[in-house]
């Protein structure tokens, strides 16, 4: 009940393409979204995060989507770039004493110049 | 600019050492966290903190145990390494304070136990 699966594991795009990457959570008492980016030898930094009282957000090239009655969100990327080939988490948060973030096992996207 | 700081960026240890991964942040956050990062898994909670002296396990905690004397600092103890503890090993910390539950990473510990 605590996963959240993340899809696909591998994603290829030619620059200029639309990136999709989805996630589906089962525990309700998830109440934040985010996604991270990694690039290689970095920690994961928040690229951006939805809360489930809205069905999307959009910052810049990136959006999220969220349909909260299927419990699946997912991420855009329009107009893929090289720079943006990196490892995606997907995550979900719940406040338990603390607030505890569950991720994905991560997608990596590669972009083809 | 925020920051969290693991003391090392590679490690590599022998199996049955008793090891010490150091993490600081210096945005006094209360949340601090330890992940282990691998292929195809994505990231799995070891241990949490929500507040000095306080832990609670994660995911995956066999194995290991954590000591958090100071708001600043959260430290993963490997008690007798294993060669399945080869790892890259993440620090995370958020605030409670805030709604904005954005957890902000270190540059990761690679550990190889051999």
């Known amino acids: 009940q605590q996963q959240v699966k993340q899809s696909p594991q591998s994603l290829i795009v030619q620059k200029g393409g639309i990136s999709i990457i989805n996630c589906a959570y089962e525990?309700?008492?998830?109440?934040?979204f985010p996604w991270y980016q990694q690039f290689p030898g970095k920690g994961p930094a928040l690229l951006i995060a939805i809360r489930p009282d809205v069905s999307e957000k959009k910052e810049g090239r990136f959006t999220i989507s969220f349909n909260k009655s299927a419990k699946q969100f997912s991420l855009h990327i329009m107009d893929s770039q090289p720079g943006d080939s990196a490892t995606y988490f997907c995550?979900?948060?719940?406040?338990?004493?603390?607030?505890?973030?569950?991720f994905g096992a991560g997608t990596r996207l590669f972009v083809k110049a | 600019d925020v920051k969290v700081t693991q003391s090392s960026r590679y490690l590599v240890k022998r199996t049955g050492e008793k090891v010490f991964l150091e993490c600081v942040q210096d945005?006094?956050?209360?949340?601090m966290f330890w992940y282990r990062q691998d292929p195809g898994l994505g990231l799995r909670l070891i241990y949490f903190s929500y507040d000095v002296k306080m832990k609670e396990k994660g995911d995956i905690p066999e194995g290991y145990s954590v000591s958090r004397e100071k708001k600043e600092r959260f430290s993963l103890i490997l008690e007798s390494a294993s060669t399945n503890q080869t790892s890259m090993y993440l620090c995370?910390?958020?605030?409670?304070?805030?709604?904005?539950?954005?957890?902000?990473f270190g540059q990761g510990t690679r550990l190889t136990v051999v």
């Open positions: 995370a910390s958020s605030s409670y304070r805030v709604a904005n539950t954005e957890a902000f």
């Open positions: 995550a979900a948060s719940y406040y338990t004493g603390g607030f505890k973030t569950i």
């Open positions: 525990n309700t008492a998830f109440d934040y």
């Open positions: 945005m006094d956050h209360e949340n």
